[in-house]
Nanobody
């Protein structure tokens, strides 16, 4: 089992920044590929970013490239999502996820564990 707890969400004006954190505990936390997904009201959950266990690989959704940065601290079993230049369309519940089976995981079905989510609201 892997337990994930997100934090750092909130309300921010367009153009502002937030940093989300995800604390992981349990099964081989530092060996898992970690990802961030988001779900806006009335929409399906979508991939945002992911990072491999050794940080040698990271992937992003096109709409967040150059604005968001994913990173991880394996010593602290924590994954971060730095979000800059936020836009109203970034408003969603953001979920942290862990994949024990895939190295370059970008699809929700490739992830085994999920956090409870943290709300990000960007006002215009």
């Amino acid at each position: 089992q892997v337990h994930l707890v997100e934090s750092g969400g909130g309300l921010v004006q367009a153009g502002g920044s937030l940093r989300l954190s995800c604390a992981a505990s349990g099964r081989s936390s530092s060996r898992n590929t970690m990802g961030w997904f988001r779900q806006a009201p009335g929409k399906e959950r979508e991939f945002v970013a992911a990072i491999g266990w050794g940080s040698s690989w990271s992937g992003y959704q096109d709409s967040v490239k150059d604005r968001f940065t994913i990173s991880r601290d394996n010593a602290e079993n924590t994954v971060y999502l730095q979000m800059n230049s936020l836009k109203p369309e970034d408003t969603a519940v953001y979920y942290c996820s862990a994949s024990t089976r895939y190295i370059r995981a970008t699809k929700s079905r490739e992830y085994d564990y999920w956090g409870q989510g943290t709300q990000v609201t960007v006002s215009s």
